[in-house]
């Protein structure tokens, strides 16, 4: 009886000793997310930090994302790869649903009280159209904007462009002092898109959501012109050579030192703008065709929100503890956003403000009950076949190595 108590006792003191060491055993979870500049790494590493606090038995493998509209993840997929957790977007939720790997995140979501921490305006963003929830979003509504240098046009005598011939005679000017017009990061296709997203609003507010939605078509008056308009100014040399080969470094790098008057990205670029160029730098509506139009179709912005953010591999060892992760992420993410990168624009409501906005985004707060529509950026639209093919050929369009016809050809036939 003596040994069978001692041998008890034992027992239980080394489960007291191994105990601790249990519960500390570390999880990792591989995560597959943007790292490329401050308005990624900045909100990552934020969150991270935060996890470490909440969870300090997870550790995150970090996947940087490509930035390929996706293909790398769609790959990933195909092979029947992917890691505990990944960001997406609208294009691509489609194929993953369609093939099982997107966890239903509706009792995580319940569970974790992230659900009702999403703003009322931003829960067209966390369900998707059969009701469930597949990512947890931390953008709210997003928008392109048309960032240009005003010293530059200062220095060059130049008034900011309203139609197309006052933006052609700029192009004209900055060229002969060595100016890239417009740097533009081509080689990827959701900016291209934007890029002809930002002239198509001038024809049609609808842009490039009204096609994906099919309430339009490419072979519209509307959308030729505007595709006439894109083709003509980058014949003119608005953007930089070599176009469709720019990364994003490289054309920011371009404009951030001044060797280009022009710039397009979301809002989420003011912040490194406004570091790099301080007063210098604004952002103004997009050009239209005629100075009427132009004050018709002011008000009308290429981008918006969609159902995005960061999924769950069903299949994943540890998707539960994923799908808690994942929300945690999401949230701190937003916290970041707001305090750390000045961007209010958020789709959770953390509890948190800003009261020393940056002139730019202050503009745009403002600007946003002014919105006469949205359109949607290309990780927004709905068509897979449709998104596709307005990043391909809008990169064939600013090229400048395509015809409008062949432009409009294309797309119309994928879309057939």
């Not at 060491?21 to 995560?31: C, Q």
């Not at 943007?34 to 935060?50: I, L």
């Not at 691509?92 to 369609?98: D, N, V």
């Not at 540890?318 to 624009?345: M, Q, W």
Request: net charge negative.
């Amino acid at each position: 009886m003596k040994k069978l108590l001692a041998l008890i006792l034992a027992a239980v003191m080394l489960l007291a000793v191994m105990a601790p060491a249990l519960a500390e055993e570390k999880v990792t979870l591989k995560i597959y997310a943007q790292y490329a500049d401050d308005d990624t790494k900045v909100p990552y590493d934020y969150a991270v930090e935060k996890l470490a606090e909440a969870y300090p038995n997870v550790e995150l493998e970090l996947i940087v994302q490509a930035q390929d509209d996706g293909a790398t993840l769609l790959s990933l997929a195909a092979a029947k790869n992917l890691p505990d957790i990944f960001q997406t977007g609208a294009g691509i939720m489609p194929t993953l649903r369609a093939s099982n790997q997107m966890m239903v995140l509706n009792d995580v979501a319940e569970k974790t009280g992230f659900a009702d921490k999403v703003f009322e305006s931003a829960k067209d963003f966390l369900y998707a159209d059969d009701g469930n929830i597949y990512a947890f979003p931390y953008a709210g509504n997003e928008y392109v904007l048309w960032f240009i240098n005003k010293a530059i046009f200062a220095d060059a005598g130049l008034e900011v462009p309203t139609t197309y011939d006052e933006l052609l005679n700029c192009i004209e000017v900055f060229k002969s002092k060595d100016i890239v017009p417009l740097a533009l990061f081509g080689q990827e296709g959701w900016i291209t898109a934007a890029m002809y997203d930002t002239i198509a609003t001038r024809f049609n507010a609808g842009g490039i959501k009204a096609l994906d939605r099919g309430e339009a078509k490419i072979t519209d008056e509307a959308y030729v012109e505007a595709a006439k308009a894109l083709y003509d100014l980058t014949k003119a040399g608005l953007f930089q050579a070599s176009v469709t080969s720019t990364n994003y470094d490289q054309a920011s790098e371009l404009f951030l030192s001044g060797k280009a008057a022009m710039f397009l990205n979301g809002q989420w670029y003011i912040e490194d703008a406004t570091k790099a160029l301080g007063d210098d730098v604004c952002w103004i509506a997009y050009p239209a065709p005629t100075a009427e139009v132009f004050e018709q179709s002011k008000n009308a912005f290429s981008g918006s929100g969609s159902v995005a953010g960061y999924a769950v591999n069903p299949d994943s060892p540890n998707a539960e503890l994923a799908a808690e992760v994942a929300a945690f992420i999401s949230e701190k993410y937003c916290e970041a956003k707001i305090t750390l990168r000045n961007n209010p624009l958020v789709a959770v409501n953390t509890g948190l403000t800003n009261d020393t906005l940056p002139p730019m985004m202050q503009d745009l707060v403002a600007a946003i009950p002014e919105m006469t529509s949205t359109t949607a950026f290309t990780w927004g639209l709905t068509n897979t076949t449709f998104t596709n093919a307005i990043g391909t050929w809008t990169q064939a369009l600013v090229s400048g190595e395509y015809t409008v016809d062949e432009f409009v050809e294309e797309i119309a036939a994928e879309m057939e």
